[in-house]
Nanobody, 127 residues
């Protein structure tokens, strides 16, 4: 079992920045590919970003590419999402997710078939 707890959400003006954190329980954090997803009211959950087990490979949704940065610290069992140049359309509940992978260290996953999910943290961007 892996438990995920997000933090760092809040209210920010358009153009501002936030950094989300996701702390994971367990001793095998480095065995999991990590991802961030978001869900806005009345919309389906959408992929935001993913990072490989070793942190060297990342992949982003086109809507956030160049503005968001995903990273991880395996010594702290934590994954981060740095969000710059925020837009009102970024408003959503952001959830981190973990996917166990026996594949190579560079694999990433952009589909929502992750194994564990956090409860989410609200990000609201005002115009």
């Amino acid at each position: 079992q892996v438990q995920l707890v997000e933090s760092g959400g809040g209210l920010v003006q358009a153009g501002g920045s936030l950094r989300l954190s996701c702390a994971a329980s367990g001793r095998t954090f480095s065995s999991y590919v990590m991802g961030w997803f978001r869900q806005a009211p009345g919309k389906e959950r959408e992929f935001v970003a993913t990072v490989s087990k070793n942190g060297f490979s990342t992949y982003y949704a086109d809507s956030v590419k160049g503005r968001f940065t995903i990273s991880r610290d395996n010594t702290k069992n934590t994954v981060y999402l740095r969000m710059n140049s925020l837009k009102p359309e970024d408003t959503a509940v952001y959830c981190c997710a973990a996917k166990y992978s026996a594949r190579g260290d560079s694999y990433v996953y952009a589909t929502p078939d992750y194994d564990y999910w956090g409860q989410g943290t609200q990000v609201t961007v005002s115009s």
